[in-house]
């Protein structure tokens, strides 16, 4: 009988050990969280969840009941201090836990602000975790200056439930332009304009030099010179891969924590999943942040571990939610050098990205008959003629046809 034993309790842990029972795995299963919650959704906590429309045990993956319903021993609240990859153990606070197999679910930590620039002043809040948002949303209230620094998709989706929430939202970005190094100008464009009309400041090309405040946030110094007053702040600056435990155990990082096509990492019993692993791709390590690598490669990682042999192919795909609009995203768009305009019913519109005439990927704006459609041509390795897909009048789904 083996003994499974994933660090981690997110969308990937819970996947991994979710398919193990699922798949018939009979051993011993753990799954040890720092959190004091069972696994839930992180995209929400952006969303529905800090509007309030959202209620926690909502957020919840599964039912707090199903890990002991299917011999899943869940720890939570529990901290893994070391990994032997000799003695095949992890140490936690209340002594060693062995493994046969070891699964990193580690996932990511967010970038915060340096405390020489104000980052650890009160009122300064990153969006990750659960408590992070529970310990930002008293600040929600209306007529509160919220300053956010960072204009990716995390920092937009915070603006859009503030905006709607009656607060003052400034955004700034250092880069040119928002959302500079996930997608095209014209999707940038788009969301500028929507998040202008519903009353949000954003200012490109302006960083951040200090935040001000003694002991809790009251403004901040731009890179322009200007100072503008803020009663709260959040940082959307990116994430890093949570790779400390494995760097300290000798495992071989990449881009985060080096796997094979079948998840293994430089150890041959342990394994990485989510964000937190990089996988190879186009000649390349890649690493995706977002829920459906994060299920599809722990699912592959617990298939492997029952012997399947079986290679991790990436799907990418994502979602963003802002305002009214629903953004959907397939495929990779590193490459591209054209972009194709389609416009659709009632104000709904796709971006189709391009290399030559090989598609890449689409964002779709409030239009899922565009993303369903890019997404299996893209999944299948096909394209479109770009002149097709630019004609309003080509009927998409024929474009599926063989």
């Known amino acids: 009988m083996s003994n499974v034993v994933v660090i981690g309790a997110g969308q990937a842990g819970s996947a991994c050990v979710a398919r193990l029972r699922n798949k018939g795995f009979d051993g011993s299963v753990t799954l040890i969280g720092a959190e004091p919650v069972p696994p839930y959704q992180r995209p929400p906590l952006s969303k529905a969840y800090l509007l309030g429309d959202m209620a926690e045990d909502r957020l919840y993956l599964r039912p707090a009941s199903f890990y002991p319903d299917n011999g899943i021993n869940l720890r939570t609240g529990a901290s893994v201090q070391a ?43 990153a969006v990750r975790t659960l408590a992070d948002v529970d310990a930002m949303a ?72 200090r935040l001000l405040g003694d002991g809790a946030v009251s403004g901040a110094e731009l890179s322009t010179g200007e100072v503008i007053e803020a009663d709260f702040v959040i940082t959307g600056v990116g994430i890093t891969p949570a790779t400390e435990l494995a760097e300290a155990a000798g495992i071989a990082l990449d881009n985060g924590i080096r796997t094979d096509a079948q998840g293994r990492t430089s150890n041959p019993a342990i394994w990485a999943a989510g964000d937190c692993a990089s996988f ?39 979602w963003s939610d802002q305002f009214d609009v629903k953004l959907q995203i397939a495929g990779l768009s590193t490459g591209y050098d054209r972009i194709v305009t ?33 997404k299996r041509l893209i999944e299948a390795g096909r394209s479109a003629d770009p002149a097709l897909i630019a004609d309003p009048a080509t009927e998409l789904k024929a474009l599926l046809k063989p």
């Open 138 to 209: 008293p600040c929600f209230v209306t007529g509160a200056r919220l300053l956010i620094v960072g204009g990716g998709y995390i920092g937009l989706e915070a603006a859009a439930v503030a905006a709607k929430l009656g607060l003052s939202v400034t955004l700034i970005e250092m880069a040119d332009r928002i959302l500079q190094r996930v997608a095209a100008p014209e999707t940038s464009d788009y969301f500028r304009a929507l998040h202008t009309a519903h009353g949000v400041t954003i200012r490109e090309g302006v960083g951040l030099t």
């Open 280 to 318: 190879p791709h186009g000649g390349v390590q890649l690493r995706l942040e977002s829920v459906g690598n994060a299920i599809d490669q722990a699912e592959c990682v617990a298939d492997n571990i029952l012997g399947t042999g079986r290679e991790y192919a990436a799907k990418p795909w994502f």
């Open 342 to 374: 389609r416009p659709g019913d009632e104000g709904t519109v796709s971006f189709w990205y391009y290399h030559g005439d090989r598609l890449l990927a689409l964002d779709a704006m409030n239009d899922p008959r565009a993303y369903m459609v890019g």
């Open 83 to 125: 990994i032997d990859a000799v003695a095949k153990t992890v140490t936690l606070a209340d002594g060693a836990l062995p493994y046969d197999h070891l699964v990193l679910t580690t996932g990511s930590h967010p970038r915060r602000l340096p405390a020489s620039i104000g980052g650890t002043l009160d009122g300064v809040f």
